[in-house]
């Protein structure tokens, strides 16, 4: 007998035992979800050590520019303190900042 056979047959004992009698369909049913319930699964973690993607940033043109031109105009008007912090985002001057966010297109139904 293998193993699921005796599974089967112990299910169909325990419950007539308990005064619930299972036909031999239902034992098997019952039998294939503990059989599933048992298994172990192995998992292993490499001994390789991966190296972290390295990922390029890409440089939107169109940010650069309009950054640029806000640095320019805030120095032509005084602002000699302006400072860009990031070429694509970010203008700061005295206690204040300018950020610059491109909004993607909605999506469409």
């Known amino acids: 007998m293998d193993k699921r056979e005796k599974l089967i047959a112990q299910i169909m004992a325990e419950c007539e035992k308990d005064g619930e009698p ?3 369909a ?3 049913e019952m039998a294939e ?3 599933k319930a048992n298994t172990t699964r192995h998992y292993e973690q490499s001994t ?3 190296k ?3 990922r390029e940033k890409k440089v939107d043109a169109e940010k650069v520019e309009i950054i640029q ?3 320019e105009f805030l120095l032509t008007n005084g602002e ?3 400072t860009i912090v990031n070429e ?3 203008i700061q001057f005295r206690e204040f900042s300018i950020t610059l966010t491109k909004h993607r297109k909605g999506k469409t139904k």
């Open 22 to 24: 299972v036909t031999r």
């Open 26 to 28: 239902e034992a098997e």
């Open 33 to 35: 979800m503990e059989l």
């Open 48 to 50: 390789k050590e991966r």
């Open 52 to 54: 972290p993607a390295t």
């Open 69 to 71: 031109k806000i640095y």
């Open 80 to 82: 000699e303190s302006a």
């Open 88 to 90: 694509q985002r970010e």
